[in-house]
């Protein structure tokens, strides 16, 4: 079971460098967001979409676009890299509708350093 | 707006006593809470979750949680802790089950022999 895959795992950029993270999964979840994790700040939400055209932002969407052209994939674009952006990305997913219980499905992270 | 915080950024046990990790939530309707495991380098794998069903959930592993929503917590316990429970734990909380999740900013669990 693949679920939800994050490709790169590492990364390192120069500063106003442009980059793509990817995520892509397999369980037909209309619903994907993009988190970044920072010491001591847990979890906070760039970037959601409910569905293939849909998206918006979350609580720290500053640098960052996303897409949403079909169910599967969900990709990050930092536009032009600041050393702020470094930080371990993470890609989630899950179901939605009546029979969803809320649950994100996580990949393993994507770890990016802005020299 | 929802939110959590969790109590200590750190928690240290002996291998075989009680695990206690604090969370509290703010929620402006009947929430749904989470609580998820990071091993390092590693995603974040759900632990248990409430749902507006029984107060008190069972989850992987051995741990559980009770819903109190008098002091508006959630703290996740485990009888006894063993070496393989060190990781980072977050509680979260969604205002419903199509929102968004919020996380708290973590709880280290460390385990000494």
């Known amino acids: 079971n693949a679920g939800v895959t994050q490709t790169p795992k590492f990364q390192v950029l120069k500063t106003g460098q442009s980059m793509t993270l990817q995520c892509a999964q397999d369980?037909?979840?209309?619903?994907m967001s993009w988190y970044r994790q920072d010491p001591g700040m847990g979890l906070r939400l760039i970037h959601y979409s409910v569905g293939a055209g849909i998206t918006d932002q979350g609580e720290v969407p500053n640098g960052y676009n996303v897409s949403r052209s079909t169910t599967e994939d969900f990709p990050l674009r930092l536009l032009s890299a600041a050393p702020s952006q470094t930080s371990v990305y993470f890609c989630?997913?899950?179901?939605?509708?009546?029979?969803?219980?809320?649950?994100?499905?996580f990949g393993e992270g994507s770890r990016l350093t802005v020299l | 707006a929802q939110s959590v915080t969790q109590l200590g950024s750190h928690v240290s046990v002996s291998e075989g006593a009680l695990v206690l990790l604090r969370c509290n939530y703010s929620?402006?309707?009947?929430?749904?809470l989470f609580w998820y495991v990071q091993y390092p380098n590693q995603g974040l794998q759900l632990l248990l979750k409430?749902?507006?069903?029984?107060?008190l959930v069972k989850g992987i592993n051995g741990f559980e949680a009770e819903f109190k929503k008098s002091e508006t917590s959630f703290h996740l316990t485990k009888p006894s802790a063993h070496m393989s429970d060190a990781a980072e734990y977050f509680c979260?909380?969604?205002?419903?089950?199509?929102?968004?999740?919020?996380f708290g900013k973590g709880t280290m669990l460390l385990v000494s022999p």
């Open positions: 989630a997913s899950r179901t939605t509708g009546l029979a969803t219980t809320g649950e994100l499905f």
């Open positions: 929620s402006s309707v009947p929430p749904y």
């Open positions: 979260a909380v969604s205002d419903s089950r199509a929102s968004t999740l919020t």
């Open positions: 369980m037909n979840h209309e619903y």
């Open positions: 409430y749902t507006s069903a029984a107060t």
